[in-house]
């Protein structure tokens, strides 16, 4: 197991929050590729399939608080099936990912769906990902199949490159912005405060901060496929 972050700062901040995301999906699908993106702002054309688990971290600031996302990637092969409890405990969100010009690992994603709900929390955020947008020409899952899917199943959808670092930034905060929200919400009713009150406050435009820059974003519903 290997851990990694971008921001060699981290170590001295205060950290508000440790949210565990898990990258789910077929081998091949890029899994590594978007972590690799997300986390280093890396992308390797050579890069070689996932053995065991590896995780990687970066910081992020959300409504002044600092947070720190914990992604988590695992083979997709067969044989690495056996990490599955320990790889799901304590995850909050999961990005489950096919690549849209393999129809096969489109297919595949009800079972890896399943797989998830049964050893994750309930409560778990999960984006639908169909990566390798930049194969356009490639294509063999219509978008509108993947999003008739996560409609029907209530799931974030985007389409990513890891590439050209289309819509990574994007999915990753979409994650992790609405695992903040709802962790935000239990807090505030565990104080106290009415339900419709926590909601209330956290509609009023979720600020993002990433790595100390300017907010990039506020939370809209523009990527939900629901």
Known sequence: MSSGSRNYGEFNQKIDYVFKVVLIGDSAVGKSQL?????RNEFSIDSK????????TRTITID??????????TAGQERYRAVTSAY???AVGAMLVYDITKR??????????????????????IMLIG?????????????EDAKEFAQRENLFF???SALEATNVESAFLTVLTEIYQITSKKTLVANGE??????????????IVVSGEEPVGTKSTCCMSS
Do not use: C
């Open 35 to 39: 972590l690799a993106r997300f986390s």
């Open 49 to 56: 399939a996932t053995i065991g688990v590896e995780f990687q």
């Open 64 to 73: 002044q608080k600092t947070i720190k996302a914990q992604i988590w990637d």
């Open 88 to 90: 799901y405990r304590g």
């Open 104 to 125: 096969q690992s489109f297919d595949h994603v009800a079972r890896w769906l399943e797989e998830l709900r049964g050893h994750a929390d309930r409560n778990i955020v």
């Open 131 to 143: 990566n390798k947008s930049d194969l356009g020409s490639l294509r063999a899952v219509p978008m």
């Open 158 to 160: 985007m389409e990513t």
């Open 194 to 207: 009415p339900e419709a009150a926590a909601n209330s406050n956290l509609l009023k435009g979720t600020q």
